[in-house]
């Protein structure tokens, strides 16, 4: 059964996607104010396309520097839609990932700790794997939480999010080295 097939695939993420829990709780990895819905929709734009400023700060929330990155990774670098029916069509976009890693890092490697930095693309996945259980929840509720358009629409979105997430997976080592270029610790 296909629910039972995803189901599986969390659970055995699960002990790995804790991984930020564990090292908050071990002292090495800071809650800071986080924005909590990194995403292109959530930032104004002049006519110039420069920033103006960024909105619904409704989610602004103490968080792992991780999950803002990876939200907005997890939205901005995929190549599909989040509710995408053809898997073919999703996947990490690399170059979107080193362009907005160079971005932020350009500003944020002054105040990230050594930690963060090298959890950046680890972010990427967790948040993925994140709203992934997030819809399949939602889908086994009963559709109480997230707006539908039909029936099987947070199932759609949850494999959606899972084929996101294996592509992260697959280009991991590349995003760290992505990372580890633009700071300079090849």
Same mark, same amino acid.
């Given at each position: 059964?296909?629910?039972?097939?995803?189901?599986?695939?969390?659970?055995?993420?699960?002990?790995?996607?804790?991984?930020?829990?564990?090292?908050?709780?071990?002292g090495?990895?800071?809650?800071?104010?986080?924005?909590?819905?990194?995403?292109?929709?959530n930032?104004?734009?002049?006519?110039?396309?420069?920033?103006l400023?960024v909105?619904? /700060? &409704?989610?602004?929330m103490?968080?792992?520097?991780? +999950?803002?990155?990876?939200?907005? !990774? @997890? *939205?901005? $670098?995929?190549?599909g839609?989040?509710?995408?029916q053809?898997?073919?069509?999703?996947?990490v976009?690399?170059?979107?990932?080193?362009?907005?890693?160079?971005?932020?890092?350009?500003?944020?490697?002054?105040?990230?700790?050594?930690v963060?930095?090298?959890?950046?693309?680890?972010?990427?996945?967790?948040?993925?794997?994140?709203?992934?259980?997030?819809?399949?929840?939602?889908? /086994? &509720?009963?559709?109480?939480?997230?707006?539908?358009? +039909?029936?099987?629409?947070?199932? !759609? @979105? *949850?494999? $959606?999010?899972?084929?996101?997430?294996?592509?992260?997976e697959?280009?991991?080592?590349?995003?760290?080295?992505i990372?580890?270029e633009?700071?300079?610790r090849?």
């Open positions: 059964d296909e629910v039972a097939g995803l189901v599986n695939e969390i659970e055995a993420r699960a002990d790995e996607m804790c991984k930020a829990e564990r090292m908050h709780r071990e090495i990895l800071p809650k800071r104010t986080n924005h909590c819905d990194t995403k292109v929709n930032i104004l734009f002049d006519q110039n396309d420069e920033v400023c909105v619904d /700060l &409704d989610t602004v103490p968080g792992y520097v991780l +999950s803002d990155f990876g939200d907005f !990774i @997890r *939205t901005g $670098a995929n190549t839609a989040e509710d995408e053809d898997l073919d069509k999703v996947s976009d690399l170059a979107v990932f080193e362009g907005y890693s160079s971005g932020y890092l350009e500003k944020a490697s002054s105040f990230l700790t050594e963060e930095i090298n959890h950046l693309a680890y972010g990427a996945k967790l948040l993925t794997y994140m709203q992934a259980v997030r819809f399949l929840t939602d889908y /086994l &509720d009963g559709d109480t939480y997230y707006k539908i358009a +039909s029936p099987d629409h947070n199932l !759609i @979105r *949850t494999k $959606a999010q899972f084929k996101l997430l294996l592509s992260l697959e280009h991991y080592d590349e995003m760290q080295r990372i580890g633009i700071t300079g090849r």
